[in-house]
């Protein structure tokens, strides 16, 4: 296992990390955490090279967070529509608590099993 992963970072390198931030992004489920930690401790990266990987990584991650953005507002109104009366309004309630508490409520449900759901 370990011998896979080594093998896997020496193929991918950097690239890899960069790709994973994207996914990671774009809200999949995907461990990306996991093959960027992994990489950190497996590459020897000089401090300029952190700072670059850092900074091209942010605007990946930034670009792939867009995906779910897309994909909820061209199709959220039309799922919205196929839900059952009852979960509608729990829809209606979640959505409320979201506008009222704006950016805290994102923080909040982020690290939860919801995490990936709220850009949806």
């Given at each position: 296992m370990t011998e896979t992963i080594i093998n896997l970072v020496?193929?991918?390198?950097?690239?890899?990390?960069?790709?994973s931030l994207?996914?990671?992004g774009s809200?999949?489920?995907?461990?990306?955490?996991?093959?960027?930690?992994?990489?950190?401790?497996?590459l020897d990266l000089s401090w300029f090279e952190i700072v670059v990987i850092?900074?091209?990584?942010?605007f990946l991650y930034a670009v792939g967070s867009?995906?779910?953005y897309f994909i909820g507002y061209k199709l959220g109104d039309s799922l919205e529509n196929r839900l059952s009366p009852a979960k509608?309004?729990?829809?209606?309630?979640?959505?409320a608590h979201f506008s009222?508490?704006?950016?805290?409520s994102v923080m909040?449900?982020?690290?939860l099993h919801l995490g990936n759901v709220v850009p949806f």
């Open positions: 020496e193929e991918w390198g950097i690239w890899g990390v960069l790709l994207f996914i990671e809200a999949f489920p995907f461990i990306g955490t996991f093959f960027i930690v992994t990489v950190g401790f497996i850092s900074l091209l990584g942010s867009y995906l779910p509608r309004e729990g829809l209606k309630k979640a959505k009222k508490y704006g950016i805290w909040i449900s982020s690290p």
